[in-house]
């Protein structure tokens, strides 16, 4: 019989699959970035990028908290999400509602991540792991900030233009 699985486990997979959706969020952001229309949407992407390496290696140090090696576990979630993505870049390429299509899909992402480390945070102050609470905080606060943003892009650029040629 198995041993029985332990909130230690749940945190320990729940951060691999973070740790494997960031990694897969780094590789998307630069296509992303391609394929924004605006100057502002290219930016907001690529200073995304800058920020998920900060949070792949904050992560990492979590890994090394727990004692346990820095390694993914495919994360089907953003894997959908992502192909998601790249959906609306080839169905909507060259057209005025493409910045709109890629706004919502990374806020899909972002809803992703708010939610998975939202919990991680939630179970590390409940084991006592509070170096790694704190490390999991600085991301789900930029993690916001970037939701916040894309809303404001959605509402200032992306959207009224989608609309004027509807």
């Known amino acids: 019989m198995a041993p029985e699985k332990t909130l230690n486990d ?3 997979d729940t951060l691999k699959d973070i740790y494997f959706a960031e ?8 296509k992303m970035a391609r ?3 605006s100057e502002e949407g290219k930016a907001g992407f690529l200073k995304h990028r800058d920020e998920t390496q900060g949070q792949i290696e904050r992560l990492e140090q979590v890994f090394e908290l727990i004692g346990k090696p820095a390694r993914g576990k ?3 979630a953003i894997q959908g999400i992502l192909a998601e993505g790249e959906e609306i ?3 909507y390429k060259g057209s005025v509602a493409l910045d709109a299509g890629l706004i919502s899909a990374a806020q899909a992402v972002e809803h992703y991540e708010i939610a998975r480390y939202g919990t991680l945070i939630a179970w590390a102050d409940q084991l006592g792991l509070t170096e790694a609470t704190a490390l999991l905080q ?3 606060v930029e993690e916001e900030a970037t939701d916040s943003k894309l809303t404001e892009l959605a ?3 992306a959207n009224p233009k989608g609309k004027k040629a509807a």
């Open 10 to 12: 749940l945190f320990l």
């Open 138 to 140: 600085a991301t789900l």
């Open 74 to 76: 495919t994360c089907e």
């Open 89 to 91: 870049i080839e169905e």
């Open 35 to 37: 394929a924004s229309q």
């Open 23 to 30: 990694k897969q969020i780094l590789k998307a952001l630069p």
């Open 155 to 157: 509402r200032a650029s």
